[in-house]
C-alpha cells in the first residue's frame, strides 16, 4: 500500500527545465568572458545550480546566481503553462485522501523557492529538500524523506522523469514511477532501465496511484 509519493520537480511537476537552461546560459554568458554552451551546461546537471555555477566559474558563481535568479523568476512569471496540466489535481486527490505529498529535487533551495512561488506550489508537501552543490544525492535525500515521515520503502513511490531517478529510487529500495509525458521525454531509455510503471500522461499516473493506494 502507497502512504507517501515523493515528487521531482523539472521535467514531472513542470517544465521548467527549459526555462533553466535559458536562464543559466544567459546570465553565465553575460557575466563569464567564455562563452558556455548548451551542451556544456547539461553535462553539469545533476548538481543544483549553485553546484554547476561553483563548477563552471568559481570566481565568479555569485554574479552569475543573481543574475540565474532574476532571469529564471521572470521567465516563470511570463510564460504560459509551465505546470503540467493534472499535476495539481493529483497532488490535491493525494492530500486529500491521507496520502503524504513530499518533494526531493535536484533544483537547488532558492531555485526551489521561486518555483513553489511562482507557480503556486508553496505548503503543498510534508516535505521538500533541493538539490546538493556538491555532488547528485537523491537517493540520500529520499531516504531521509521516508524517515523524517515514518514510512518505509515499501510504503513509498518516487516520481521522476529520468534514468537517475529510477537509480536513485532503486538504491532507496523503493518503488518508481517513470514520468514520460513531457514531449522531450526518452520513454524508450526510461523503459530499458524497468521502472515499476511508465506513465505517459498525468492522468495515466493518476490512475496508476489510485490502484494502488
Partial sequence: MIKCVIFDVDGTMTKTMPLFELSFLRAFNEVSDKPL???ELRKSVGLSEEGMAKELIPEKQQAVLSKYYTYYEELLLTTPQVTYFGIKKLIKYLNDNGIITAVVSGKGKPALDITFRALGFEG???????????CPDKTQRIIKTMEILGVLPEETVYIGDIVSDITASRKANIRVISAGWDLNTDTEELLRHNPDYLAFTVEDCFKYLKENL
Fill in 124 to 134: 503543498l508537501f510534508k516535505s521538500v529538500f533541493a538539490g546538493h552543490d556538491k
Fill in 37 to 39: 554552451t548548451l551542451a
